[in-house]
């Protein structure tokens, strides 16, 4: 293997399932960029799918979009929110897309006749999937998807020991995340599972260098001694992962561990900042704990019982709020109820309503008419991709007149198809990789909501989507009142509708809370969180208006009374 100039890191789990790798791997890009390094992470997924874009969010959570249109694991979202190098496709490596390659060079004759098998022949297509970026950083951080011993994560876990000999042992560290339990009864911290974790890694050949311990409570140093001499780690580098209030607020938890210096010395990493450059975190951290104001954003969905599936939504509603140093409290509200039981006892006390993306037709009346609610009582409204159709359905029927119009997707056979099938999604019959995706250019129209919020004419935002606007009905959609703000350049495609005379109504066909960081908060977010509390100000101001009056009232009868 050639020589390269790369470090490596590679981040495992142990015990069980949701410790927070992609977390724990964000945060050590985070740490290592604020020391002056050229960093990037990839994660390696051991489902057999070539990617999750055909997955039930309900079961795999969020499908994260990159801009050159990869469908990928969420955990790219927090790789992008939390270092400032872009993701791309080969960020994101499955055992399918693994297997796919290799199948296809066995087909095409590229291994000359010989016996294809798991060794040396998928290990080494993922050592090449290591490789694909190794020229462009100083630090490539992989997370492995799964926990150790499970089957499917075997070939990963081998290659990434062959690596290590490949490339030579100062190029790569191994740091493993597993899980320090708290048992209430019994008021102690327990160490069994990090260290059966660890012995099935040493199993496998793998000798963890750094252990991140997740813990709900502060671990003494005579347990990280113990866990440091069962598992051959060093003390110093047995580092505690304590939960804490925000994940934005972890790199700098690590960075009180030393973790970051501890990576620096492993890998003989030359480095310009001393300490790492973490004022950026801390300022996040203060606007988040030390919020000057606070509203309340409904969320009306049909994947609400698992919350991963909007990701990217919570966190660029998070991300909105440091912008305008406010706690931002978000409502779950389930579509399929509004259908069956109206809006009111669901979005009465709300300052926002956010509708999302979405596929099929469960649950679309439901947010057509948490729509019709946001446009009637003029409360701020964010529609995005499915939310946008809906948004185009419900004026369709209840300004325009169109009082059958709805998406093709649901009803193949509506007389008003305002939302259709774009013109090349016809005949396709794969689903997955077919849809319109990745970052696509929009033209804005000025003096507009988008154009107020992005301050510019062109941008670039990322889809997922096969339907869209029908330009059909776009003449009398906007004869009837409809503002179509951003088309795409050569004008055939309608990318952001807003309504008049109402304090905040924007739908967006892409994606924006794909594009939204901590350090830089997306501008529709922004300025949708800033509309929101408007009205939330404007309420506290009629109430206090309403019981002033009230005490009026009360001391004028108790003065006649007395007269």
């Not at 440091?228 to 972890?250: M, N």
């Not at 998406?407 to 319109?436: A, C, F, W």
């Not at 009142?481 to 055939?492: K, M």
């Amino acid at each position: 293997m050639k020589k390269i100039n790369t470090k490596y890191v590679f981040v495992t789990g142990g015990v069980l399932s949701s410790l927070g790798k992609g977390i724990a791997a964000s945060s050590i890009g985070a740490l290592l960029e604020a020391s002056g390094l050229k960093v990037t992470i990839q994660k390696f997924d051991p489902y057999i799918n070539v990617d999750p874009g055909t997955m039930n969010p309900i079961q795999h959570g969020e499908v994260y979009v990159t801009d050159d249109g990869a469908e990928t694991d969420l955990d790219l979202g927090h790789y992008e929110r939390f270092i400032s190098r872009g993701m791309t496709r080969k960020n994101n490596s499955t055992t399918g897309k693994i297997y796919h390659s290799v199948i296809t060079k066995e087909r095409k004759g590229d291994y000359l006749g010989g016996t294809v098998q798991v060794i040396p022949h998928i290990t080494n297509e993922i050592k090449s999937e290591f490789l694909a970026l190794s020229n462009d950083y100083d630090v490539i951080i992989c997370e492995i998807g799964g926990t150790v011993g499970d089957i499917e994560s075997l070939p990963f876990l081998e290659a990434l020991r062959q690596f290590r000999y490949d490339i030579g042992k100062d190029n790569v560290i191994y740091i493993h995340l597993t899980l320090v339990p708290y048992i209430k009864t019994s008021d102690e911290l327990k160490t069994k599972p990090t260290q059966h974790s660890v012995r099935k890694l040493r199993e496998i050949g793998i000798q963890p260098d750094i252990l991140l311990c997740r813990t709900e409570k502060p671990i003494p140093i005579a347990l990280k001694e113990k866990i440091s001499l069962f598992c051959d780690v060093k003390k110093e580098a047995v580092i505690t992962a304590r939960d804490v209030g925000t994940i934005y607020e972890v790199p700098l938890a690590l960075n009180e561990e030393g973790l970051d210096g501890i990576i620096i010395d492993l890998l003989k990493l030359k480095i310009s900042n001393k300490k790492p450059d973490l004022s950026r975190w801390k300022n996040i951290i203060k606007k988040i704990k030390h919020p000057t104001s606070e509203t309340t954003i409904a969320i009306v969905g049909k994947y609400i019982n698992l919350q991963d599936s909007y990701k990217s939504l919570h966190e660029a509603l998070v991300h909105g709020g440091i912008a305008n140093n406010s706690r931002v409290l978000i409502n779950w509200v389930d579509s399929e109820k509004i259908g069956k039981e109206g809006p009111e006892r669901f979005l009465n006390s709300v300052n926002g309503i956010l509708v999302p993306g979405g596929f099929g037709e469960r649950g679309i009346e439901g947010k057509i008419k948490a729509v019709t609610y946001a446009r009637e009582n003029k409360i701020p409204f964010l529609g995005i991709c499915l939310g946008m159709q809906c948004s185009v359905i419900e004026y369709s029927r209840n300004v325009a007149g169109l009082a059958k119009a709805n998406s093709s997707e649901v009803d193949p056979h509506i007389k008003h198809p305002v939302i259709d099938l774009l013109p090349d999604q016809n005949g396709i019959s794969y689903k997955g990789g077919t849809m319109r995706l990745g970052a696509w250019p929009c033209q804005l129209k000025k003096k507009t909501l988008a154009y107020a919020a992005y301050k510019k004419r062109e941008i670039s935002e990322r889809h997922r989507h096969r339907y869209e606007f029908n330009n059909k009905f776009r003449l009398q959609l906007e004869e009837t009142g409809l503002t179509i703000s951003g088309v795409s350049p050569d004008g055939n495609l309608v990318e952001i509708i807003e309504i008049p005379n109402h304090p905040w109504f924007v739908a967006v066909q892409f994606h924006p809370e794909f594009k939204s960081t901590p350090i830089i908060p997306h501008p529709l977010f922004k300025d949708f969180i800033h509309a929101s509390l408007k009205k939330s100000r404007l309420e506290e101001k009629e109430l206090f208006s309403m019981e002033s009056g009230s005490a009026v009232d009360k001391m004028e009868k108790i003065i006649l009374e007395k007269l």
